[in-house]
């Protein structure tokens, strides 16, 4: 099976405003995520799509592939099918730009599981911490049948109860996606969001809506998402605190 792993990146973040860019210990985040990728993967397998001329040039000064796409794509996820639709690999795994600290063994786990089911959408989640990223509404949560099979995903504290205050368990999702080369076609047919993806801000909705299967796969905890200026101080408290530059 080929693979080609895909990392989205814009430069107008609503929340973080250049955020592919923001320097986390000095380095470009986009260059860190590329990094984490390529402890498993080769350099060449590995392509960051932008529509930014700034982005590119950034990345190509560090040797990364770089695929110029529409600027008027909605999501990181339409990013990716552009991609596949000038490509030939049969699964594509998206890593979002965002993620300087993307654990490698979380790769791998997405790849040996799309070799296993490589007709099915694949996305992960771990465990939610405390009540504080449950209720945050930056944090997309996940709730999934017994056989992984997802139900729904929200930025709203699902599941939730009758007491606002309490917390009994949740799960998180990890923006590592693993699509068919089909899935991502059907995506390029439906060029816009979906009304329950219009209304989260989530992405993958717009399989489920579409009516595809999307599986959640097990990961860890230890990717920070940056999203805000706070997260690119917690990144580097975690890389000092881990002993990694």
Do not use: W
């Amino acid at each position: 099976m080929t693979v080609r792993i895909v990392i989205p990146a814009r430069l107008q973040s609503v929340r973080l405003p250049r955020k592919p860019l923001q320097t986390i210990a000095g380095k470009p985040m986009i260059v860190r995520t590329f990094e984490r990728c390529t402890q498993v993967f080769e350099p060449r397998d590995i392509v960051v799509a932008t529509d930014s001329p700034e982005i590119g040039s950034v990345c190509e000064a560090h040797g990364i592939d770089v695929a110029y796409t529409s600027g008027e794509h909605r999501t990181g996820t339409d990013r990716v099918a552009e991609v596949a639709g000038a490509g030939n690999a049969a699964t594509y795994i998206n890593v979002q730009g965002d993620e300087p600290l993307f654990e490698p063994e979380d790769l791998r786990i997405i790849a040996r599981a799309a070799a296993e089911t490589p007709d099915v959408i694949l996305n992960g989640y771990c465990p939610i911490r405390d009540i504080d990223e449950h209720r945050s509404r930056s944090v997309p949560k996940v709730v999934f049948a017994p056989d992984g099979r997802l139900l729904y995903m929200s930025r709203a504290p699902i599941p939730g109860g009758k007491d606002p205050e309490a917390f009994q368990f949740g799960y998180r999702q990890v923006c590592a996606y693993a699509f068919p080369a089909r899935a991502l076609a059907a995506l390029r047919d439906h060029p816009e969001k979906t009304p329950l993806e219009a209304a989260e801000d989530i992405e993958i909705l717009r399989f489920v809506e579409m009516g595809f299967e999307v599986r959640m796969l097990a990961m860890s905890d230890r990717s920070i998402p940056v999203d805000h200026p706070d997260d690119v101080l917690r990144v580097e408290a975690a890389l000092r605190e881990r002993g990694e530059d």
